[in-house]
Nanobody
Framework: QVQLEESGGGLVQPGGSLRLSCAASGRTFSSYHMGWFRQAPGKEREFVVGISRSSTTYYGNSVKGRFTISRDNAKNTVYLQMNNLKPEDTAVYYC?????????????WGQGTQVTVSS
């Protein structure tokens, strides 16, 4: 099974930007659909964005136009560029991978990275 490790979280002011990275190891990265979920305090985990093996992208309504997902199969890495961040984007962000579906019960999860949007 693929192993995932996120990096790039931190504290940012409203309107600012962050880029998260997720490095994958283990099995063939290019065979996986990749994505990001997030979980805010007191809320359930929610799907944020996904990217297929062929790099088709899917975005949750709350982040469309602000977040961009991309993948580099040569580096076994997926990126999440987050712009115009809002306080409601504050959450733990999890990198996910699955060989069958995007956004539905991913088979692999990273440990998560905290993103805090606050002035």
């Amino acid at each position: 099974q693929v192993q995932l490790e996120e990096s790039g979280g931190g504290l940012v002011q409203p309107g600012g930007s962050l880029r998260l990275s997720c490095a994958a190891s283990g099995r063939t990265f290019s065979s996986y659909h990749m994505g990001w979920f997030r979980q805010a305090p007191g809320k359930e985990r929610e799907f944020v964005v996904g990217i297929s093996r062929s790099s088709t992208t899917y975005y949750g309504n709350s982040v469309k136009g602000r977040f961009t997902i991309s993948r580099d199969n040569a580096k076994n890495t997926v990126y999440l560029q987050m712009n115009n961040l809002k306080p409601e984007d504050t959450a733990v962000y999890y990198c996910v991978a699955d060989q069958r579906y995007i956004g539905i019960k991913p088979e692999a999860w990273g440990q998560g990275t905290q993103v805090t949007v606050s002035s």
